[in-house]
C-alpha cells in the first residue's frame, strides 16, 4: 500500500510541475481544432470533439475533414497529440520506477538476481538433433 500512495503523490505532483506544457499542448489541440470547425463548418463541439479523437489517436471516423487545410492540420493535431500522451506515459514510467526504487528491499533483489537473470538471459540450449545412420548396402 506504501508503494501505490508513493506512486499517486509522486505521479499528480509530476503533472503539477508539467502542468503549463500540458495546458499549453491541450490548448493547441482545441485551437486547432476550432479552426478544422470552421473551414469545415461543423459545430463547435463537433469540432472539439473530433480534436481530441484525432489527438488521442482514436479516429472513430465518424467526423472525418474533407478540405485539404483541414486534413493538414488534423496531421499536427495528431503529433501535438502523441507528443501530449508520450508526456504522460513518461511521468507514469518514471514515477512507478521512482516509487519501486524507494520501497524495494535490497536483499530481496540480491536473493533473486541469479533467477531474474536466468529469466532474462537464458542459457542457450543445447540441440539435440536427429541424424538418422546411413546405410550400408
Not at 463547435?44 to 488521442?56: E, H, N, Q, R, V
Request: glycine share 6%; aromatic share 14%; net charge positive.
Amino acid at each position: 500500500m506504501d508503494f501505490t500512495i508513493t506512486f499517486v503523490k509522486l505521479f499528480f505532483w509530476t503533472v503539477y510541475l508539467i502542468a503549463p506544457l500540458l495546458f499549453f499542448l491541450g490548448l493547441v489541440i482545441i485551437v486547432l481544432g476550432q479552426i478544422v470547425c470552421r473551414v469545415e463548418k461543423w459545430e463547435k463541439f463537433d469540432g472539439l470533439y473530433w480534436s481530441f479523437i484525432t489527438a488521442t489517436t482514436v479516429g472513430y471516423g465518424d467526423i472525418r475533414p474533407m478540405k485539404k487545410a483541414s486534413k493538414t492540420l488534423s496531421v499536427l493535431i495528431a503529433l501535438v497529440g502523441m507528443m501530449f500522451t508520450g508526456i504522460i506515459i513518461a511521468i507514469t514510467l518514471n514515477t512507478a520506477m521512482v516509487a519501486f526504487e524507494k520501497h524495494v528491499d535490497e536483499r530481496v533483489i540480491e536473493k533473486n538476481e541469479r533467477r531474474i537473470w536466468l529469466i532474462l538471459y537464458p542459457k542457450p540450449q543445447t540441440l539435440l538433433v536427429y541424424m538418422p545412420r546411413a546405410r550400408k548396402w
